[in-house]
Nanobody
Framework: QVQLVESGGGLVQAGGSLSLSCAAS????????MGWFRQAPGKERELVAG???????YKVESVKGRFTISRDNAKNTVYLQMNSLKPEDTGLYYC?????????????????WGQGTQVTVSS
């Protein structure tokens, strides 16, 4: 069992930055692939970035070069640094964990989810 708690969302102007954190509890938390998803109103939940061991993947083309996913296994924490934020980055951001050999893009492959943290970017 893994529990995930996100923090760090908020309201920011376009061009600003936010850093999201996801604290994982559970002895085997470090074994999991971790992903950051986002869901905008009226849209499906999409994988923004995922990390497995030292490998990272970014599934949303528009965030490449602006967002960085990282993890600190000693702290059981995954981060999403978001720079040069745009209004289209607005949404509810979720942290998720999957016991897989690679980063899955589908939300239904993730077994554990956090409660979500709201990110709002004003123009």
């Amino acid at each position: 069992q893994v529990q995930l708690v996100e923090s760090g969302g908020g309201l920011v102007q376009a061009g600003g930055s936010l850093s999201l954190s996801c604290a994982a509890s559970g002895r085997t938390a470090s074994l999991y692939v971790m992903g950051w998803f986002r869901q905008a109103p009226g849209k499906e939940r999409e994988l923004v970035a995922g990390i497995r061991s030292g490998e990272t993947t970014y599934k949303v083309e528009s965030v490449k070069g602006r967002f960085t996913i990282s993890r600190d296994n000693a702290k059981n924490t995954v981060y999403l640094q978001m720079n040069s934020l745009k209004p289209e980055d607005t949404g509810l951001y979720y942290c998720a964990a999957a016991l897989r050999l690679a980063v899955p893009a589908r939300a239904d492959e993730y077994a554990y989810w956090g409660q979500g943290t709201q990110v709002t970017v004003s123009s």
